[in-house]
């Protein structure tokens, strides 16, 4: 157990639905990451938070969005969803930048 | 710009044989190294990880990795395979600064 939550396990919806995808860090973490796995692409990252402030972004489309709020949970946005977005969403965090990044089991989301 | 490269996408190897799974990266900076391992049906583990220091890293289950700089490999070795090492390994290059380039994985299949 890495340490880091994340909710739902699973997750159907329709096209042009949308979802939300919610990450706990683990304790004491105040960076949190986003990546999306694929079968076509592979381990993409999408986007980064430090204590609240966006840090970076990846290969994250326009119709996501993410934030991580003063508790430091985050929370992934994900809208107007196509069939192709179906694929597993990790969320990861670390201490801060430049330490060994940890990751949670995944939202599976299937979009049909 | 970081990049990856796992050399081969599928290695099956037996039981109680050595195997090696090939990792190579290009970056303009100095880079940390991890390699990562998924179960089928899980998150992400940290299997090792190089920041500085020694080139041979040890890490759990037996694996271990060595940095090469002339090469820029960070090939991933255990020197006997049990049932349960099947899974898919991720190496993965970071600056540091933010997040993880992964490459696109190695299936290792152990054949009883």
């Known amino acids: 157990d890495s340490g880091v939550t994340q909710t739902p396990k699973h997750l159907i919806t329709a096209t042009g639905q949308r979802v939300t995808l919610r990450c706990s860090p683990r304790?004491?973490?105040?960076?949190v990451y986003w990546y999306q796995q694929s079968l076509d692409q592979g381990l993409q990252f999408l986007i980064h938070?430090?204590?609240?402030?966006?840090?970076a972004k990846g290969n994250i489309l326009e119709r996501f969005s993410a934030q991580q709020f003063p508790d430091l949970h985050s929370e992934l946005n994900l809208s107007s969803l196509e069939l192709g977005d179906s694929a597993l969403y990790f969320c990861?965090?670390?201490?801060?930048?430049?330490?060994?990044?940890?990751f949670g089991e995944g939202s599976w989301l299937t979009v049909v | 710009a970081q990049s990856v490269t796992q050399l081969d996408s599928q290695v099956p190897v037996f039981e109680e044989a050595p195997v090696e799974l090939r990792c190579n990266y290009s970056?303009?900076?100095?880079?940390?190294l991890f390699w990562y391992v998924q179960y089928p049906n899980q998150g992400l583990q940290l299997l090792l990880k190089?920041?500085?220091?020694?080139?041979l890293v040890k890490g759990i289950n037996g694996f271990e990795a060595e940095f090469n700089k002339s090469q820029t490999s960070f090939h991933l070795r255990k020197p006997s395979v049990h049932i349960s090492d099947t899974a898919e390994y991720f190496c993965?290059?970071?600056?540091?600064?933010?997040?993880?380039?992964f490459g696109t994985g190695t299936r290792l299949t152990v054949i009883p």
């Open positions: 990861a965090s670390s201490v801060s930048s430049g330490n060994t990044i940890y």
């Open positions: 304790s004491g973490d105040l960076s």
């Open positions: 938070y430090y204590n609240g402030e966006e840090r």
């Open positions: 970056s303009s900076v100095s880079v940390y």
């Open positions: 190089y920041l500085s220091g020694s080139t």
């Open positions: 993965a290059v970071s600056t540091g600064a933010n997040n993880l380039f």
